[in-house]
């Protein structure tokens, strides 16, 4: 279908509570990949899923962080007793294959502020 | 380990003329990927032009175009023609080995009319 999509588009939070990121993919990708951007940074790879196997999660910064994939469709990115530094924009991207060198179709993010 | 550098945090250009955005990149593996990707104000990231290391042929784009300069570990992408739409922030991105890519600081480019 269309392209990569993201909610909430934006989400403010009070620090110490729970938050969770969606991803929905473009139907028929089989990879995912969760980043995050601090403002003013690069992309920082978070986690890949292939299908709904996540094969490395050491990029997720810590134990607060959690992700899951059903099938080969949406993800969920949570973040739980949130701290002001995970303030940032979370990027979603899927692939069409397993192969990493496939181009990346990214969602338009979710801007997470934490007060 | 692995890193990209993107020096310019911040470019100009007029519209129509030409700009180069630089990138080097700091990699151990003899194959890998090299990737430039546009982030326009709307916030959603797009590929603009990819390489793979083991061509010698630089990649061209419609009006993009990159200088790879291997020994140099060097990657820099040249836009002609510089059109309003391009304004955006722009991305140098390595993948070498698995499915990790590494993400340069970015650089603005500002297209003026």
């Known amino acids: 279908g269309a392209g990569v999509s993201q909610s909430p588009s934006n989400k403010v939070t009070e620090k110490g509570k729970d938050v969770e990121l969606r991803c929905d993919p473009i139907s028929g990708h089989t990879a995912l990949y969760w980043y995050r951007q601090r403002l003013g940074q690069g992309l920082e790879f978070l986690i890949y899923?292939?299908?709904?196997?996540?094969?490395?999660k050491s990029g997720l910064p810590s134990d607060r962080f959690s992700a899951e994939r059903t099938g080969e469709s949406v993800s969920t990115l949570t973040i739980q007793r949130t701290q002001q530094e995970d303030s940032a924009v979370y990027l979603c991207?899927?692939?069409?294959?397993?192969?990493?060198?496939?181009?990346?179709?990214f969602g338009p993010g979710t801007r997470l502020t934490v007060l | 380990a692995q890193t990209v550098t993107q020096s310019q945090p911040e470019m100009s250009v007029q519209e129509a003329e030409t700009v180069t955005l630089s990138c080097t990149y700091d990699?151990?593996?003899?194959?890998?990927?090299l990737f430039w990707y546009k982030q326009p104000p709307s916030r959603q990231m797009i590929l603009v032009i990819r390489q793979e290391a083991y061509k010698q042929q630089n990649a061209t784009e419609n009006r993009f175009s990159v200088n790879f300069q291997k020994a140099a570990k060097s990657f820099s992408l040249k836009i002609s023609d510089s059109q309003l739409g391009d304004t955006a922030m722009y991305f140098c991105a390595l993948l070498s080995g698995t499915y990790k890519y590494i993400f340069g600081t970015g650089t603005r480019l500002k297209v003026l009319a």
């Open positions: 991207a899927s692939t069409p294959g397993y192969l990493s060198t496939d181009t990346q179709y």
């Open positions: 990699t151990s593996e003899n194959n890998y990927y």
């Open positions: 899923f292939q299908g709904n196997s996540a094969p490395d």
